[in-house]
């Protein structure tokens, strides 16, 4: 069995981007807007702006208020998007019942979109120009492409259709020529879509509800959930059950987060670029 180290591949990401960096001629900046006090949010905030300044990137946070009102944070946003010091926007998730998502998330700038999931990034990436790709599932490609897993002709199984991991991922693995299936949850019968799969990918938000029966000997597991049971982190996939029948696994911690953060990286590298080419 194969361990898909997320954290291995990241170090990989950087160093290329550092020598990116260094080519650039500006110092990205990315502002990340965290509105409320969710410590889950807090924790991933500090992980992200952590590293722009392991990197030598320009990361910030703005902290809002859990009263902050719609008008106040898409005023935040049009201020950011003029803002030409500012190469990357990203709104952390989620928000405040009382805010509109999708509306605060269309107001992002498409060029300082560094999440990848405003209208014209998700429009790009199904028409196969993607320009911002969505972190977590573009993490998932690199991942499977250093580890040698190939993708072309795989039957891919996703268990999850949310717009910030199950579509897009659903989509890049059918850009790199997979078979894709997307599960949900009125999907009947799960287990014989998810024993099909030679690519699982589970992205469904349930601690360790792919046990071994759902899984074909063999297949690549790519855990995408994040959950905190006891004070351990675990994921969607029952990991000691499933490990030993798969050909390779993605493990909770130091699977797919680390890619997550080091794709946001690259894209906020790939925005400031884009924003000089302008
Ligand atoms: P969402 O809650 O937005 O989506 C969950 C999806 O799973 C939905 O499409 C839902 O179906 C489906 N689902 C739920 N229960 C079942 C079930 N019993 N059978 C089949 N499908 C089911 O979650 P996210 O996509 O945002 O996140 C998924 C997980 O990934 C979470 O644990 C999250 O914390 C983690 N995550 C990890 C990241 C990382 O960097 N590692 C980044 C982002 C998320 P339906 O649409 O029908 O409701």
């Not at 209208?119 to 998932?140: F, K, M, S, Y």
């Not at 063999?218 to 050909?247: M, W």
Request: some cysteine; charged content about 25%.
């Amino acid at each position: 069995m194969k361990l898909l180290e997320g954290k291995k591949v990241a170090e990989f990401i950087y160093s290329k981007l550092l020598l990116e960096l260094s080519l650039l001629s500006v110092v990205p900046r990315m502002v990340v807007v965290l509105v409320g006090k969710d410590p889950a949010s807090q924790t991933y905030v500090r992980s992200k702006t952590k590293k722009c300044m392991d990197l030598g990137i320009r990361g910030e946070t703005m902290e809002l208020p859990d009263s902050t009102s719609e008008a106040e944070l898409l005023g935040k946003i049009r201020e950011l998007n003029e803002d030409k010091t500012v190469h990357g926007i990203l709104v952390q998730l989620p928000l405040p019942s009382h805010i509109n998502k999708t509306r605060i998330v269309r107001e992002i700038h498409s060029l300082k979109d560094v999440d990848g999931l405003t209208p014209e990034n998700t429009g790009r990436l199904w028409q196969g120009d993607a320009q911002l790709v969505p972190c977590t599932p573009a993490g998932i490609i690199e991942m499977l492409k250093f580890y040698g897993i190939p993708i072309e002709g795989a039957r891919a199984v996703v268990v999850g259709r949310s717009e910030i991991v199950g579509k897009p991922i659903a989509n890049l693995l059918l850009g790199h020529q997979a078979t894709v299936t997307i599960c949900h949850s009125k999907t009947h019968h799960l287990a014989e879509e998810t024993k099909r799969a030679d690519i699982l990918i589970a992205a469904m938000g349930k601690a360790k509800f792919i046990g071994p029966e759902m899984v074909r000997d063999g297949a690549t597991v790519i855990d995408v959930g994040i959950h905190r049971i006891n004070d351990k982190l675990c994921g969607d996939v029952d990991f000691e059950k499933v490990a030993p029948k798969v050909g390779a696994i993605s493990p909770v911690p130091g699977g797919v987060g680390p890619m997550t953060i080091a794709m946001l990286m690259k894209n906020l590298v790939t925005a400031a670029k884009l924003q000089q080419e302008k």
